[in-house]
């Protein structure tokens, strides 16, 4: 079983990432869904659940036990059976509640699941959350688009530049929607490997809350059928690889950035990449 932390750097999408995985994770594996944003969570509201069980029972429970098998008593679930801890909508509540967690999140990866852990947006000033530190692999979103990979890029680039290579070695990542930079290119800059690409589709994203993946309406929608092939990656993939070998040294300050100007500049500008055409636009 494995330990997966689902962020972002400057796009959102983690919490339609892991709802869409959790959902379609392959049958016979138990999955849990944690929901760790720092900002405060979504799930709760969006699937009319009631305030407790949550992160915040599961706190107060973890007074008398760091033992986290006692997590799954607090859990909600989706409609297709994934067990979701999910986080309160307050940011000073969900704050509080991963501080007092602190000793039972460290153990996780104890539990007979898989694990997705979403911890929303993350600061490429700051250190990764300490949850991310147990985790067997971190799998960042991001839009292909201009913007948000120069912000990904300076997060890879803090991570990897004068270091062993072994912060890259656990990164992954998932572009969602449509942009002008095949998945190959944007590897190729970043060096670090694209699992996968999911589209852009806040209809089925909204519908994975209340039906099961299963579900007519659902199960040939292009998202689910992204995020099934995904999931169905990330169980056999168990022992992920850097695009650039863990051996190899570390770029020089600022080399990421560079790379990515380069391509990225001339691709946008002659209208090549993942089937769209023209200039990308300023907006995300």
Same mark, same amino acid.
């Given at each position: 079983?494995?330990?997966?932390?689902?962020?972002?750097?400057?796009?959102?999408?983690?919490?339609?990432?892991?709802?869409?995985?959790?959902?379609?994770?392959?049958?016979?594996?138990?999955?849990?869904?944690?929901?760790?944003?720092?900002?405060?969570?979504?799930?709760?509201?969006?699937?009319?659940?009631?305030?407790?069980?949550?992160?915040?029972?599961?706190?107060?429970?973890?007074?008398?036990?760091?033992?986290?098998?006692?997590?799954?008593?607090?859990?909600?679930?989706?409609?297709?059976?994934?067990?979701?801890?999910?986080?309160?909508?307050?940011?000073?509540?969900?704050?509080?509640?991963?501080?007092?967690?602190?000793?039972?999140?460290?153990?996780?990866?104890?539990?007979? =699941? %898989?694990? +997705? /852990?979403?911890?929303?947006?993350?600061? !490429? &000033?700051?250190?990764?959350?300490?949850? $991310?530190?147990? *985790? #067997?692999?971190?799998?960042?979103?991001?839009?292909?688009?201009?913007?948000?990979?120069?912000?990904?890029?300076?997060?890879?680039?803090?991570?990897?530049?004068?270091?062993?290579?072994?912060?890259?070695?656990?990164?992954?990542?998932?572009?969602?929607?449509?942009?002008?930079?095949?998945?190959?290119?944007?590897?190729?800059?970043?060096?670090?490997?694209?699992?996968?690409?999911?589209?852009?589709?806040?209809?089925?994203?909204?519908?994975?809350?209340?039906?099961?993946?299963?579900?007519?309406?659902?199960?040939?929608?292009?998202?689910?059928?992204?995020?099934?092939?995904? =999931? %169905?990656? +990330? /169980?056999?993939?168990?022992?992920?690889? !850097? &695009?650039?070998?863990?051996?190899?040294? $570390?770029?020089? *300050? #600022?080399?990421?950035?560079?790379?990515?100007?380069?391509?990225?500049?001339?691709?946008?500008?002659?209208?090549?990449?993942?089937?769209?055409?023209?200039?990308?636009?300023?907006?995300?």
């Amino acid at each position: 079983m494995s330990v997966t932390v689902l962020g972002a750097v400057r796009s959102c999408g983690t919490t339609t990432l892991g709802v869409a995985l959790a959902a379609t994770w392959p049958a016979g594996r138990r999955v849990l869904l944690v929901e760790l944003d720092p900002a405060g969570g979504t799930l709760a509201g969006a699937s009319g659940w009631a305030a407790e069980p949550s992160l915040v029972s599961v706190a107060a429970a973890a007074r008398r036990t760091s033992d986290p098998e006692a997590i799954w008593a607090h859990c909600q679930h989706l409609p297709e059976g994934a067990s979701v801890l999910a986080a309160p909508a307050g940011a000073e509540q969900t704050r509080g509640a991963v501080g007092m967690l602190a000793g039972l999140l460290d153990r996780l990866g104890e539990l007979d =699941a %898989d694990v +997705l /852990v979403d911890v929303g947006r993350l600061d !490429a &000033a700051a250190p990764m959350p300490p949850v $991310a530190s147990g *985790a #067997g692999r971190v799998v960042l979103v991001a839009r292909p688009r201009l913007c948000d990979l120069h912000a990904l890029a300076t997060f890879v680039e803090a991570r990897t530049v004068g270091a062993s290579r072994l912060e890259a070695g656990r990164m992954g990542l998932v572009l969602v929607g449509d942009g002008p930079y095949p998945d190959d290119e944007v590897a190729g800059a970043l060096g670090i490997e694209v699992l996968g690409r999911l589209p852009w589709d806040p209809q089925a994203a909204e519908q994975l809350t209340s039906l099961p993946a299963s579900d007519r309406q659902l199960r040939l929608s292009p998202l689910v059928r992204a995020a099934r092939t995904l =999931a %169905d990656r +990330l /169980v056999a993939d168990t022992a992920p690889t !850097a &695009a650039v070998a863990a051996g190899d040294p $570390a770029p020089a *300050a #600022g080399s990421l950035r560079v790379r990515m100007l380069r391509p990225f500049r001339i691709g946008a500008a002659v209208g090549t990449g993942n089937g769209s055409a023209g200039r990308e636009g300023a907006s995300t």
